[in-house]
């Protein structure tokens, strides 16, 4: 690709970054907010925004630290928390062939997934400049991020607890969550997850563990016996 | 938690989601998801998702003490709604602090 359809591709991505960025900036203040209130030092807290760089997992992360979780237990399920990526790292690659080894390092490390969501629409406009317009849109969410989390991190504890500003986080997790309940099945994992993650309660924090599998498991199984009634009828 | 264990734990968990990241990107898309896997990894989010949440909106320690949190979960409720029909997040936070400052003030 010419650079000057590089360099349009990725000011498109800038461009369509800009009506996400209220509800990223805020979600990166909480995170930045919730792991100094949890006893990380700023160091720490601003490392888990750019190491790990994903929000959801950065609070379960921040939650398990506080709740005195094993590290291996936080890594854990830090960890499948993000597996979703993987998916979209296996739809995304489809459209990087010709892209050197460091666009594509560039656009792992950079994956999220307001990025992927509107990389994805554009795919499905029939566009094809996929690459440089992923890698703007995900940059610019990048430097969002940091920023608001730094914010966060400095600006947190000045926030009076009675705002209950805490609960921010649980509203992200249901903006989040509420686009996923397309269908029955989807519905079902949910709910399993959630009743697991109150009712079943598990030594070394292991309960979102076993959520997540139990709720995974729930929803095939939901999905399985919703195409076997349309075959019997 | 010791220091050094804090950030031993920071960097493997950063490892470990940019190794999931790049994945699929670094083969260039030559390998397939196992249509097992496909199904894991589509119900996981959600899942998860939910089980982050739920303890949240309620009162009392996990296990059969937990109870409804009024406050709490109406605003969830409120939240949810908005979340649905708009899909913004920005809208479901702002909903649902509203909600939530409303009825604790109340």
Same mark, same amino acid.
């Given at each position: ?41 700023? %160091? ?11 929000g959801?997992?950065?609070? =379960? ?5 506080a ?9 854990l ?16 690659a ?6 050197? +080894?460091?666009? +594509? ?16 629409? +554009? ?18 969410l990048? =430097? ?14 000045? =926030? ?15 903006? =989040? ?6 269908? +029955? ?14 009712y ?18 729930? %929803? ?14 | ?7 031993? @734990?920071?960097?493997? *968990? &950063? ?15 030559? &390998? ?6 496909r ?23 996990? &296990?059969?003490?937990?109870? *409804? ?10 939240? *949810?709604? @908005?979340? *649905? ?16 400052? &409303?009825?604790?003030?109340?």
């Amino acid at each position: 690709m010419p650079s000057s359809d590089r360099q349009q591709a990725f000011r498109a991505g800038i461009l369509a970054c800009l009506p996400l960025s209220p509800g990223v900036m805020l979600f990166g203040m909480v995170c930045g907010a919730a792991a100094a209130a949890a006893g990380l030092t700023p %160091g720490q807290s601003f490392a888990l925004s750019w190491l790990v760089f994903a929000g959801s997992s950065q609070i =379960v992360a921040t939650q398990l630290f506080a709740a005195g979780a094993p590290g291996w237990v936080i890594v854990l399920t830090g960890w499948v928390v993000n597996l979703r990526f993987m998916m979209y790292s296996a739809t995304l690659a489809q459209h990087f062939r010709g892209t050197t +080894r460091l666009e +594509r390092w560039l656009a792992g490390y950079l994956l999220t997934d307001q990025a992927f969501a509107v990389t994805l629409a +554009r795919v499905l406009d029939g566009r094809k400049d996929i690459p440089w317009f992923f890698l703007g849109i995900a940059a610019t969410l990048w =430097v969002f991020w940091q920023v608001a989390s730094l914010a966060g991190i400095f600006l947190g504890a000045r =926030v009076p607890a009675s705002w209950s500003i805490d609960f921010v986080v649980a509203l992200t997790f249901i903006g =989040v969550l509420a686009p996923l309940l397309r269908n +029955r099945a989807m519905a079902a994992a949910a709910a399993a997850g959630g009743l697991t993650s109150v009712y079943l309660v598990l030594p070394l924090k292991l309960n979102l563990m076993a959520a997540a599998l139990i709720g995974a498991a729930v %929803g095939i199984a939901m999905e399985t016996g919703m195409k076997q009634g349309k075959r019997k009828r | 938690m010791a220091d050094i264990a804090i950030w031993g @734990v920071i960097a493997a *968990l &950063g490892t470990a989601t940019f190794a999931t990241r790049l994945s699929f990107l670094a083969l260039l898309g030559e &390998g397939e998801l196992p249509v097992w896997l496909r199904h894991v990894l589509h119900y996981v989010p959600p899942a998860i998702l939910a089980a982050i949440v739920a303890p949240q909106l309620l009162a009392g320690a996990p &296990g059969l003490a937990a109870t *409804l949190d009024g406050p709490r979960t109406a605003a969830a409720l409120a939240g *949810l709604a @908005v979340a *649905l029909v708009t899909r913004s997040t920005f809208a479901t936070i702002a909903v649902g602090m509203a909600v939530l400052w &409303g009825l604790t003030l109340l």
